[in-house]
């Protein structure tokens, strides 16, 4: 939301949804692994309708909702991504389904449906996801209005994990994926860092851009925050906005982002907090 | 198909397929630019029931087929796919067509087929993919069977593309996406390399190899021939199997694979021809 347009009411709105998701995955990172935290985390994001994933997700032009979503265990690159799903609850809980209990990395639309209640996923009627607000952008034809929730984090055994989900954008076309649910593109992790990554889906396809944070740091030898920032300029060259959420093997923790602003929330190494939305 | 099976006959009908999706794209290639080329050279791929890509694709559980196809044009990094379509007649076409006619990069399923549709591409009947090789290896639980077309090509303006396309494998989940539409896993494409992946997907997503080589090549100063031997070791460490062809700026061709055998052709900056199985 354009920070002209913010009030202060929405503001801490959205600031109290990021403290739940961020205390929802600190306290599991706190007694377990990063994988099972930054799950948690998303999951708080994907049900609450302010966010643009699960619960709260943008409408296709069929007026109709299509989920992208995925996870990445740093310590084993193992990985797992659902896309354009219409009746799962929680996008990213099915990815980790795809990457815990199928052969598969990503399954898409009806087939990936059938997976998630092979396994126990609470599926739900497309009433489910409906808000009005998001009607309404899509009638209005406020195209290209889009958001992704992400999650990463480092556990106390310096392993790393990523999660992404995300409605895509508001008048998307019937069946376009986006990147998060791309590894590699809006999500990667292995134990040398964990990317996250929100904005124009497209140009970070592209770009290939979580891996090539990534890429910069083992082949170049670069510092998180440097990788980070050669990202946002490679997503500014593709005329993309966006921005993204990393963090290191160290606990070095980065929230880049070219777009007016960006609804983040960060705990360091020494328990502290950061939440901002500009 | 093991070195053991294969008979004199099948031999020279695969290596015939190989020259004549050779001959179709180089003679594009003399002509026009990569991009018109890769995808020729794919078209014919696709067309015929030898090769695991559009006619004589595998069969999923559910008997049915699902195809994956992209394509990256390597001096603009624009790039389009489409993932788990069923009844367009060359997906590879359906990936241009996202690409140039929309601003997606992957659309998958009915919406695919909508769009493709929409912009006079062919769809055909199930039965046109129908192969009674491919369903009795469903039917035989040959699990597993898998294969990727795909082409790159250095243009005489120094533009490089890639395309890739295919049917998956044999006993897929329904829904299931592999590496080929996934622009970084099983397709790349810059002005330093273009490159195109087959084997086991989901081991190309997780290691992003198709841009692994780019960022080798980029980051390291690698050349090409090092940089895909060194992805071809990290798909080993994914417990993969397959391989790539790729090609660099300067029109230096590899094509290294660890399976037992990749149906592969080649015409280099002389003019002279390869065409190999094993």
């Known amino acids: 939301m354009p920070r002209r347009k913010m009030t202060p ?13 961020l205390e929802a995955g600190y306290e599991v990172l706190r007694r377990g692994n990063s ?3 930054v799950c948690a985390a998303v999951v708080a994001l994907e049900d609450s309708p302010l966010f643009n994933a699960g619960r709260g997700a943008c409408y296709n032009t069929d007026e109709k909702h299509e989920l992208d979503a995925s996870v990445m ?8 991504a659902v896309a354009a799903v219409s ?8 990815a980790r389904a795809v990457m ?13 449906e059938r997976f998630a209640r092979a396994h126990g996923l609470e599926l739900v009627p497309d009433s489910y996801f409906a808000t009005q607000s998001r009607l309404a952008a899509l009638r209005k034809k406020l195209v290209g209005h889009h958001g992704t929730v992400g999650a990463v984090a480092r556990d106390a055994n310096g392993n790393l994990a990523a999660a992404t989900s995300t409605g895509g954008y508001t008048g998307k076309l019937p069946g376009r994926i986006g990147d998060s649910p791309i590894i590699g593109a809006g999500n990667y992790a292995d134990n040398a860092c964990a990317v996250s990554g929100t904005g124009l889906g497209e ?4 770009g290939v851009l979580a891996y090539d944070v990534a890429a910069r740091m083992r082949y170049l030898g670069e510092p998180l925050a440097k990788a980070a920032r050669a990202a946002m300029r490679k997503l500014a060259g593709l005329q993309g906005d966006g921005g993204l959420i990393a963090v290191d093997h160290r606990g070095n923790i980065v929230m880049p982002f070219n777009s007016e602003g960006m609804y983040r929330a960060a705990i360091d190494r020494k328990g502290r907090r950061t939440i901002a939305i500009y």
């Open 9 to 21: 009411a929405a503001a801490a709105r959205y600031k109290a949804g990021l403290a739940h998701a």
């Open 35 to 37: 994988l099972d935290a």
């Open 73 to 80: 265990d740093g310590a084993t690159l193992r990985a797992g």
């Open 87 to 94: 009746r799962i609850r929680n996008p990213v809980l099915a």
């Open 100 to 112: 815990e209990k199928s052969r598969h990395v990503l399954l898409a639309g009806r087939g990936a």
């Open 203 to 206: 140009a970070f396809i592209r």
